[in-house]
């Protein structure tokens, strides 16, 4: 049982535009949803978090945007740059030191 | 402050053998978590360990995997008697005490001949 579905598996977006990635949850006991980002050959490094007493997160070019009704949340990348290009998982976990359940993973290519 | 860190970056296991890998977590982080990752998938969770203490163990296979975390050095993930199907990229992340943030190491890519 996947419970955190991730959509699109790869992505492509040209220099400038708006990339955006989106999941979907199961269980209604998750209550932390970071973003991570994973360049080849290396280890996962955290991005953004959100929790689900706000609507959206913005820091820098990157905006979490969080719908607890639906269930889903969503990463937008701004401006997208070719240094961008790299995995990028959400997951979700319940708060306090419990696992993270990663979605599996969109791959983002921004050209110029 | 060092990040987290793992060794071997690269195993390389025949059939059967045993594959030790290391796990350093951040300075006063106390909690660890075992990752696995496949090609083309999210990471899976395996373990999570604290000081000489297995809290969860419950995404790690029954037979041939364990870990632990001693009161002193590293976390252990160890797998005996390893299969093709082991080969995979292991990650560890530490995190404090009652703190949701888990920082990831850069893995041991495990490859099974």
């Known amino acids: 049982q996947q419970q955190v579905k991730q959509s699109p598996q790869s992505l492509i977006v040209q220099k400038g535009g708006i990339s955006i990635i989106n999941c979907a949850y199961e269980?209604?006991?998750?209550?932390?949803f970071p973003w991570y980002q994973q360049f080849p050959g290396k280890g996962p490094a955290l991005l953004i978090a959100i929790r689900p007493d706000v609507s959206e997160k913005k820091e820098g070019r990157f905006t979490i945007s969080f719908n607890k009704s639906a269930k889903q949340f969503s990463l937008h990348i701004m401006d997208s740059q070719p240094g961008d290009s790299a995995t990028y998982f959400c997951a979700a976990m319940i708060t306090g030191n419990t696992p993270l359940v990663f979605g599996k993973g969109t791959r983002l290519s921004v050209i110029a | 402050n060092a990040g987290v860190m793992q060794n071997p970056r690269h195993l390389v296991r025949r059939r059967g053998q045993e594959a030790r890998l290391r796990c350093s977590p951040m300075?006063?982080?106390?909690?660890v978590y075992w990752y696995r990752q496949l090609p083309e998938e999210g990471l899976k969770f395996m373990v999570y360990l604290q000081k000489e203490n297995i809290i969860d163990e419950s995404g790690m296979p029954k037979e041939r995997f364990s870990a632990e975390f001693p009161k002193e050095g590293p976390s252990i993930l160890r797998i005996q008697q390893v299969v093709r199907g082991d080969s995979a990229a292991y990650f560890c992340?530490?995190?404090?005490?009652?703190?949701?943030?888990?920082?990831f190491g850069p893995g041991t890519r495990l490859l099974v001949l």
């Open positions: 269980n209604t006991a998750f209550d932390y």
């Open positions: 300075k006063g982080h106390s909690h």
């Open positions: 992340a530490s995190s404090p005490a009652h703190k949701e943030t888990q920082y």
